[in-house]
């Protein structure tokens, strides 16, 4: 964890000048069944702030069954002014996963050169493409990433998903500094559409339903391993709402995690195997406190010691976003992460998942 926030810390804010727009972009968001979360998306998306005859927004209907095309036609029905281009499409499924099918079909109706994917319960900055056209005219990248946050406003569970949000962001961080990124997220991710045809998009790993971030940054780092980009602004943040309940938390994680014995990067594996040991080290010897009385204070020596480096990466790691931590809720997140995480582990070892209304096996 020290070199994670040691590598993270040294990962350089992004601050060169804004280049004139010249790159064109598509922006890809596939949606299943989000009627309550579009109308944050659209109106961000919509007040981008990029000459609208460099983009087009590309929406990927994946068999909602609730009013999420009603809400997106409300939507561009009462601005007649805006002379964005939307494409709203139908997603044609061949695969065993859902969006990668949704992108696929996405890259192939696109007319720009770049794809920029984000999710449709996220919201996106202004200047998003302003910075991410800057990024590409200066650094000549094949793939770009960028931050993730969850709110930390609301009940306890949504602070638990910010607190593990800025871990991951870390790690992200961390990997990108040593140019060898490890994990990203699919919500803020742009490469170059002619790269996707390249290495034949999700060709090989389609059948399993998550992964469209990784697998894709694994296929693209195999062929350019020089040209990957992590964007490390806080105005290029984008934002994402927040699971409602610990059974949809969980079912996320297990989503998550249910691709990383798939994944070709033996650290990632390796990395994911140390964490699950330690907060099961963490939980037995929680249990058997009563047992290793005469061990009593190097237990709660090493439990200090992890609370406070855990603390001290994620302090940081809000700092670089100007957010800023509430001690007592981490430390009751602190105490709660091992259960979930252990648990997350198993179900994605031998259970399965569901998501948006639909079960998924590993």
């Not at 200066?138 to 306890?156: A, C, D, Q, W």
């Not at 996707?196 to 694994?218: P, R, T, W």
Request: glycine fraction near 4%; proline fraction near 5%; charged fraction near 20%.
């Amino acid at each position: 964890m020290i070199r994670v926030w040691v590598d993270a810390i040294k990962m350089p804010f992004f601050t060169s000048e804004i280049s004139p727009p010249q790159t064109t972009f598509s922006i890809v968001v596939p949606f299943r069944n989000e009627a309550e979360n579009l109308p944050n998306l659209l109106s961000s998306l919509a007040d981008i702030d990029y000459p609208n005859d460099l983009f087009e927004i590309i929406l990927v209907n994946d068999e909602s069954n609730d009013n999420s095309l009603a809400v997106i036609e409300t939507f561009l029905r009462d601005r007649p002014e805006d002379h964005k281009s939307w494409k709203v499409l139908e997603n044609h499924r061949f695969s065993g996963s859902p969006k990668k099918d949704a992108i696929t079909l996405a890259n192939d109706r696109a007319s720009n050169d770049w794809m920029v994917a984000t999710d449709a319960d996220c919201s996106v900055p202004q200047d998003w493409l302003t910075l991410l056209n800057s990024c590409i005219v200066e650094n000549k990248p094949k793939m770009v990433f960028g931050p993730i946050i969850y709110p930390e406003s609301g009940p306890l569970e949504n602070y638990f998903q910010f607190l593990d949000g800025l871990s991951l962001q870390a790690l992200t961080l961390a990997g990108f500094s040593r140019r060898h990124p490890l994990i990203c997220n699919g919500a803020n991710m742009a490469y170059s559409r002619h790269v996707f045809q390249e290495v034949e998009g999700y060709k090989d790993n389609n059948q399993l339903a998550s992964g469209d971030d990784i697998f894709l940054m694994e296929k693209v780092r195999a062929c350019y391993p020089e040209s990957l980009y992590f964007l490390k602004s806080p105005d290029y943040l984008v934002k994402t709402q927040a699971e409602n309940s610990l059974r949809e938390i969980i079912s996320q994680r297990v989503r998550w995690a249910s691709k990383t014995s798939n994944q070709p990067n033996m650290q990632v594996k390796l990395l994911g195997l140390l964490v699950f040991l330690t907060n099961l080290a963490f939980i037995f010897a929680f249990i058997g406190i009563r047992t290793i009385t005469q061990h009593l204070w190097t237990f709660v020596g090493l439990i200090l010691a992890k609370f406070i480096i855990d603390y001290a990466v994620i302090v940081s790691t809000a700092g670089m976003y100007r957010k800023k931590l509430s001690l007592m809720k981490y430390l009751v997140c602190a105490l709660v992460y091992p259960l979930i995480n252990t648990w997350v582990v198993f179900l994605s070892l031998f259970g399965s998942y569901s998501w948006k209304g639909r079960k998924f096996r590993k």
